[in-house]
């Protein structure tokens, strides 16, 4: 079975440019996740998706960051304009659904952000 | 607010050693605990999971027990390998069973 999906793997930019994520979740999966990890810090939710509306967002910068799920499968994460404090690897993660204690989580291998 | 709460790293051992890395968290009711693991340049892997009091989650040498009385969720393995070498990352599944919250992650360093 495909894993979860993320592009590019690293992406190098300046400060007060633009950047973009792509996630493809695992086949199937209705929820979707993405979330911010700083180095030497453990993951933090930036934004959950059901299919394609939003049930979390509260802890995403929206003056900056920008979400969508159009179509209720694939998924992008912008950034603009970015700042040096954004430099983060960004996980996308996907499960069968959310709202149930058997829930599991399953997570890409990161997009690799460096603000310069 | 839901939190979790892991030992300071990094964590230096030599191979076969017996590792323990210590895991408490806060939270409303009983929430899914779970043990991720990160391995150089890679994504979080899933390690083990327990989903009610006195669970014991398994995987790969590894194990930790839901405690509920202290609330805890700590990580053994009798053995460790070069291989194990990594951070590992204690989380709990929120109360509405949506989101994970993680802790700060442990960094493991074993050498041989």
């Known amino acids: 079975e495909a894993g979860v999906a993320q592009s590019p793997r690293y992406k190098i930019i300046e400060k007060r440019q633009s950047v973009a994520f792509w996630c493809n979740p695992i086949?199937?999966?209705?929820?979707l996740y993405w979330y911010q990890q700083i180095l030497g810090q453990g993951p933090k939710l930036l934004i959950q998706?059901?299919?394609?509306?939003?049930?979390?967002d509260s802890q995403l910068p929206k003056d900056r960051f920008s979400a969508e799920r159009l179509k209720g499968v694939d998924s992008t994460l912008k950034i603009q304009p970015a700042k040096l404090e954004d430099s983060a690897v960004y996980l996308c993660?996907?499960?069968?659904?959310?709202?149930?204690?058997?829930?599991?989580?399953?997570f890409g291998e990161g997009s690799w952000l460096t603000v310069v | 607010g839901d939190s979790v709460t892991q030992m300071e790293g990094p964590v230096t051992l030599s191979e076969e050693a017996f590792l323990t890395i210590n895991c408490t968290y806060t939270?409303?009711?009983?929430?899914?605990l779970f043990w991720y693991v990160q391995y150089p340049g890679e994504g979080l892997q899933l390690l083990l999971k327990?989903?009610?009091?006195?669970d014991k989650g398994s995987n790969k040498g590894f194990e930790a027990t839901y405690r509920k009385e202290t609330t805890s969720f700590h990580l053994e393995k009798g053995s460790v390998q070069v291989s194990d070498s990594a951070v590992y990352f204690c989380?709990?599944?929120?109360?509405?069973?949506?989101?994970?919250?993680f802790g700060k992650g442990t960094t493991l360093s074993v050498s041989s």
């Open positions: 993660a996907s499960s069968l659904a959310a709202g149930h204690s058997g829930n599991t989580i399953y």
């Open positions: 086949s199937g999966h209705a929820t």
């Open positions: 998706f059901q299919n394609n509306g939003v049930v979390d």
């Open positions: 939270a409303t009711g009983y929430p899914s």
């Open positions: 327990a989903t009610k009091a006195d």
């Open positions: 989380a709990l599944l929120n109360q509405a069973g949506t989101a994970l919250i």
